[in-house]
């Protein structure tokens, strides 16, 4: 129905196991009552519950155990081994196992990963009613966005130096990665800063684990002489704070603390310190370097350089018409979300959950009756999803983002910048960012603009087919071709 629904990754609250094994989401419309031990999320309309862990041990071991800690102590070895439905899921994380039970009158689904040791467990109690309405979709939620981090070369394997570091922001510890050319002496310098949604340094989400494009260019950046800190947002990883409570002028802050970090060690060159964001972070290193004026130069992946009430509206209509919706239907959706975000905007916010409810009745309508009837109780569905899209257009960060105009960050903007654009993006209109990116900097009297679009590049940059968030989990997981080189040949010509 809105954009909404795939735009606010930000809003999206995320599970990270402290022992770094795993990250999940929170699933939309489910209260987060993890332990540093597990990840733990409840319901109660209609009532639901949801364990994530890992644990080292074979599949049925760890289920087993899982059931006994978390379940029923009684339930043995019998009980796991005759599962009603028992099948394969298979995922880009790996081919997971489900395992249906009936346990009383409700369902247990356990469902499994083992991989290097460890078995990953996914594990949902609910009434066969509750798995119809909420906990299957939580499930889908869960698996698709759950990310195991990668194995990073070996240090030894590198033509460079790694190293883990820490700053504060506002009182808060972050923690992230330096890499450091192998020559001595004071290094040119970069921030990379990561797009919407908690992310990792290395700019993986939950959404796409496989997606790193933070630890690409930095890997890349860093052969090229350049040193690249990137770091764990607010609330993940290694990091402290509250990623769910922080807006875009937060993640500034953290930013230049970055900045200032490397400013003040020995072997960086105070004067040759930068900025690269991706989407989202893009907005951020604006923000940034229009509140430093030692910002040396800003790379901008995907940015906006128009408000967020205007980045949706277009953003919705991309999306559909990738997808093979018709004009009728991009006129309707565009209507609903103009409704929704301009009672949200007016602060009306009875309004805005009457509007969200209607238009999801509306769409349910519209199904299949087999559709309908996994859904079940459509009524309660519709009132749940209400809650959720209420809940993240209320978040402090959606707020800022929906009238907050980049354009007067690149107004104040003189250095040097790289506008790097996907002719197929959905997400962040190039016809739409464009002019106004270059109108703002030439009223900043900014004499070193360079804008390059790539014909075949989605928001992500990957090489795409037609440009549609649902083809990102299906596309190679790397830059196209040309992409980092045009970035560092960028680079190295304004350095030294």
């Known amino acids: 129905m809105l954009a909404v629904l795939s735009t606010l990754a930000s809003a999206q609250e995320v599970y990270s196991d402290p022992a770094r094994r795993f990250q999940v989401p929170v699933p939309t419309g489910w209260t987060d009552e993890s332990t540093p031990q597990y990840a733990k999320f409840t319901r109660s309309d209609p009532a639901g519950l949801a364990y994530v862990l890992a644990a080292p041990g074979k599949d049925l071991q760890v289920v087993l155990a899982a059931l006994q800690t978390h379940i029923d102590a009684t339930l043995d070895e019998s009980f796991v081994a005759a599962p009603l439905q028992v099948g394969p899921v298979p995922l880009p994380s790996g081919t997971w196992t489900q395992r249906i039970y009936l346990y009383g009158e409700e369902l247990l689904a356990a469902i499994s990963l083992e991989q290097g040791g460890l078995t990953y467990l996914i594990l949902l109690q609910g009434t066969q009613a509750a798995f119809m309405q909420a906990l299957n979709a939580a499930a889908n939620q869960l698996l698709f966005g759950f990310a195991i981090p990668t194995t990073a070369e070996p240090e030894e394997d590198l033509p460079y130096r790694v190293q883990d570091v820490s700053f504060t922001s506002d009182g808060i510890t972050l923690a992230g990665t330096l890499t450091l050319p192998e020559a001595d002496g004071r290094h040119p310098a970069m921030v990379l800063i990561a797009g919407s949604g908690a992310q990792d340094r290395d700019g993986a989400n939950p959404a796409l684990p496989r997606y790193q494009p933070l630890r690409w260019l930095a890997n890349h950046l860093t052969r090229q002489g350049v040193a690249v800190l990137r770091f764990d947002e607010r609330g993940v990883g290694e990091s402290g704070g509250d990623h769910a409570l922080a807006t875009s002028l937060d993640f500034a802050s953290d930013t230049l603390a970055a900045m200032r970090y490397l400013q003040g060690r020995d072997d960086i060159d105070p004067t040759q310190v930068g900025l690269l964001g991706h989407s989202e972070g893009a907005m951020i290193a604006a923000m940034a370097a229009a509140r430093n004026p030692e910002v040396a130069f800003v790379i901008a992946m995907a940015g906006a350089a128009v408000p967020g009430y205007d980045v949706l509206i277009v953003q919705l209509e991309r999306i559909m018409r990738a997808a093979g919706a018709n004009e009728e239907e991009v006129m309707a959706a565009k209507a609903e979300q103009r409704t929704v975000l301009e009672l949200a905007v007016a602060g009306d916010w009875e309004a805005v959950e009457s509007a969200i409810y209607d238009a999801l009745l509306r769409q349910f309508q519209g199904l299949p009756a087999e559709q309908l009837a996994i859904l079940g109780d459509v009524e309660a569905v519709a009132r749940a999803g209400t809650a959720a899209q209420l809940k993240a257009l ?65 928001h992500l940059f990957q090489e795409a087919v037609t440009g549609s968030p649902d083809e990102y989990t299906t596309l190679e997981m790397a830059f196209l071709t040309g992409f980092l080189e045009t970035i560092s040949d960028w680079l190295l010509e304004r350095l030294w």
């Open 394 to 458: 209320q978040s402090p960060w959606f707020q800022l983002f929906l009238s907050y105009d980049p354009a007067q960050d690149y107004r104040q903007i003189t250095v040097p910048v790289l506008a790097l654009f996907g002719e197929l993006d959905t997400q962040v209109d190039v016809a739409q960012n464009r002019p106004p990116l270059e109108a703002a900097l030439a009223e900043a009297g900014n004499k070193d603009v360079t804008v390059v679009v790539f014909e075949q590049a989605n």
